[in-house]
């Protein structure tokens, strides 16, 4: 089945410590995106990579680092720097030659600060 | 910053009733409208899109109503059934053969009663 695949499902982070979400797509997608969403707030992009080594600031970068080594995958940092955390975090995935930026999501992990 | 502004925040509707979600945005470069559908827990999918050189599209019991002068679009669900209960985004986006960003709305809960 192709798809995207996020891991865990539930994450559980102590104040300070850096954790790392995982992101892997087998749709062949160049391009891959990682957005944070907060009830009333939508979706707001952290980071976008459009090719393998190259990926860009969305909104709210700030305490994020992605990085971009394989095509299939696109893990998500969240560092000590990142004051308010606790969120479901979603990735998706889109392919870059299109008429349409149809975006593909994962299943999304929550993560919780304690 | 671009802005995509949704309401109602939360929508009641019964079974068999037409439910009806509003977007507008700012950036008139904006050339594609999609809406995604959100189920607690899940990532968002792809419901139904739109491009601004139409006035409407529909598919089954979804239309999206589309005013380019008045930068708005709407999403109607016809015959609204307790499996539509969910979360509404609306998205805008430009650009086209690139990682175009989506902008989204801040979302519509959308629950459907017997």
């Known amino acids: 089945d192709g798809g995207i695949t996020q891991s865990p499902k539930y994450l559980f982070r102590k104040e300070g410590q850096n954790v790392t979400l995982s992101c892997e797509q087998n749709?062949?997608?160049?391009?891959m995106y990682w957005y944070r969403q907060d009830p009333g707030q939508g979706l707001r992009l952290i980071y976008y990579s459009q090719i393998v080594n190259d990926f860009q600031k969305g909104d709210i970068a700030e305490g994020y680092s992605v990085s971009r080594e394989k095509k299939e995958s696109f893990p998500l940092t969240v560092t000590s720097a990142q004051k308010n955390p606790t969120a479901f975090y979603l990735c998706a995935s889109s392919i870059t030659s299109g008429p349409y930026n149809e975006q593909f999501f994962g299943p999304g992990t929550r993560l919780t600060v304690l | 910053q671009q802005q995509v502004k949704q309401s109602p925040q939360s929508l009641i509707v019964q079974k068999g009733g037409i439910s009806i979600i509003n977007c507008a945005y700012e950036n008139t470069a904006f050339d594609y409208f999609p809406w995604y559908q959100q189920f607690p827990g899940k990532g968002p999918a792809l419901l139904i899109a739109?491009?601004?050189?139409?006035s409407e599209k529909k598919e089954g019991r979804f239309t999206i109503s589309f005013n380019k002068s008045a930068k708005q679009f709407s999403l109607h669900i016809m015959d609204s059934q307790p499996g539509d209960s969910a979360t509404y985004f609306c998205a805008a986006s430009r650009g086209t053969g690139t990682a175009s960003k989506l902008t989204f709305g801040t979302g519509t809960r959308l629950q459907v009663t017997l």
């Open positions: 749709l062949n997608h160049d391009a």
């Open positions: 739109i491009r601004p050189d139409v």
